[in-house]
């Protein structure tokens, strides 16, 4: 497995440094704080490192936009957490932003966390503004009502009844995927990657993405809360269509690792460089948490 301790500890480091920002509200800073720096595996900002450094780009070009998107994700799980959402009381085995704080400041948070990112990416000083253009509305489209949010509108539409394998898929290629696959790409955009290797870094970024989330489905159905850091059984709970109960557990196996076989393959015309993307495809399909 592809020891990742330097690169989070790197990350760990910079949204430390990024969170530093005068004039803001002691509580809002505290809760900025708690919701970023509160744990997690860093998975994404990491993607955007060992992308970054397998296209040939050292990892300061790679700081602003992994920070970014650590910020983004870390804002999407505050509101996915909320009480008209998923209604989660615990998050990486702590209580969530607004049970911490209350509903309010935690609305608050995403919001700034998310125009902390966007101001991050657009005063990145290691690259050119084209790299900056293009890496902004990279992460703003898997952000955004096509991406990320508009897979959460599906999800919330989803309750309650079962969907098709088709439904599912888009659901979870935009929610979980499309951010992973973005951070991915942006690593590549760092190095200035040509369009043989970004479509093998999206590629690859596509097949992960799905996979994390037929694991995630898979621990909640098998996993246990106090090593998840979060409720066990919660999607069963509230009937929400899974890769599990859409599939079954075997065939949901099967699927993860027909994925991960994807991801790695995809890689090909990175040759060894991407060793370490690989080995975060063994990671995210192997993962107990």
Not at 34 to 56: D, F, I, M, S, T
Request: glycine share 8%; charged share 25%.
């Amino acid at each position: 497995m592809t020891d990742l301790a330097a690169y989070q500890a790197r990350i760990n480091d910079r949204l430390a440094e990024a969170l530093r920002i005068e004039a803001v509200p002691d509580k809002l800073r505290e809760a900025m704080a708690y919701a970023v720096l509160g744990g997690g595996k860093r998975v994404r900002p990491c993607l955007v490192y060992l992308a970054a450094e397998a296209a040939g780009a050292p990892l300061e070009c790679a700081d602003a936009t992994a920070c970014a998107v650590e910020m983004i994700h870390a804002y999407s799980l505050v509101h996915d957490d909320l009480p008209s959402m998923d209604d989660d009381q615990l998050r990486r085995g702590q209580p969530t932003c607004h049970i911490q704080f209350d509903e309010a400041t935690a609305i608050l948070v995403g919001d700034a966390l998310q125009a902390r990112a966007f101001e991050l990416l657009a005063t990145d000083s290691q690259l050119t503004g084209d790299q900056r253009l293009a890496i902004i509305q990279r992460i703003a489209r898997a952000a955004g009502p096509t991406g990320m949010v508009a897979g959460q509108v599906i999800d919330l539409a989803s309750e309650q009844i079962e969907i098709p394998a088709n439904t599912l898929i888009d659901m979870h290629h935009r929610k979980t995927g499309a951010l992973i696959t973005a951070s991915v790409v942006c690593g590549g955009l760092c190095a200035n990657a040509d369009e043989t290797v970004l479509n093998a870094l999206s590629e690859y970024g596509y097949a992960l993405g799905l996979a994390f989330q037929v694991q995630d489905d898979i621990l909640d159905e098998s996993g246990d809360t106090e090593r998840l850091g979060k409720q066990a059984g919660a999607d069963r709970h509230r009937r929400k269509s899974t890769f599990v109960s859409v599939y079954g557990l075997e065939a949901a196996t099967e699927e993860l690792e027909r994925l991960r076989e994807r991801a790695v393959t995809a890689l090909a015309p990175l040759g060894d460089a991407a060793s370490y993307l690989a080995g975060i495809a063994d990671f995210v399909a192997s993962r107990d948490h």
